[in-house]
């Protein structure tokens, strides 16, 4: 199960962008860079509110005037969104060697979609949960609810991500956790975090992860 954001692509600095552009569009003072990147892997809602804080939250008309304007700049920068060296040919042979994949992310599915069918990716993903059709991040739900769908328990699970929401999401499920480098959190938070290990390129997730087939 990948994360998409900050570990499939290199969005963090569109994300970051975005979300003060939203808060200056709304009249507000933007948040600064570590706070957004603090909030990156929740839902949109939940982003904003945290953002926000609780007097400000409390008013619907200011939240949804920000969501909107996050939405609009984040389409916007959409276009200069990368994949991040080496995705689509380790994702490839994930699943020569048996894997079924999945994505678990706080955007929205059509977002998601948006991203899947950009780098044509779709076909590599079996199961998807967004953080608008289930609980958002840390809440375990996103990889429960695709083991269950996938008819696979704990064991046989794994969550791939950037962030530690995504560690503590995989820790709230019981599944390992691998933590890659060039997103969000650094190296040293990921694994006090919980992480079985952290990789600084997405190829190097392939020694995790031998074939599945067996040998004759």
């Known amino acids: 199960m990948f994360d998409c954001d900050g570990t499939l692509t290199d969005s963090h600095g ?7 552009q939203a808060f200056v569009l709304a009249g507000l003072e933007p948040p600064g860079d570590e706070a957004v990147s ?5 839902s949109l809602r939940g982003a904003v509110i945290a953002l926000l804080g609780e007097q400000q939250s409390a008013s619907s008309e200011l939240l949804e005037k920000v969501m909107d304007g996050y939405r ?11 994949l991040f060296p080496g995705v689509r040919e380790t994702l490839e042979k994930l699943r020569e060697r048996g894997y079924w994949l999945g994505v678990v992310t706080g955007k929205s599915h059509s977002g998601l979609l948006r991203v899947l069918d950009t780098f044509e990716l779709s076909d590599l993903f079996l199961v998807l949960r967004t953080a608008d059709c289930t609980h958002s991040k840390p809440h375990p739900a996103m990889v429960l609810e695709c ?12 969550v791939v991500g ?31 975090a919980g992480a079985e290990s952290v990789v600084d390129d997405f190829e190097s997730l392939l020694a995790y992860f031998p074939s599945l087939q067996e040998t004759v």
């Open 72 to 82: 609009d700049s984040y389409r916007e920068a959409e276009a200069e969104i990368r």
């Open 38 to 42: 603090d909030i990156i892997g929740m």
């Open 162 to 192: 950037d962030a530690l929401f995504d560690v503590q999401m995989a820790n709230a499920a019981g599944v390992r956790v691998i933590g890659v480098s060039f997103g969000v959190a650094s190296h040293e938070q990921l694994i006090d």
């Open 147 to 158: 083991m269950s769908e996938l008819g696979v328990i704990a064991e046989q699970t794994a």
């Open 14 to 20: 569109s994300i970051v962008s975005a979300m003060q």
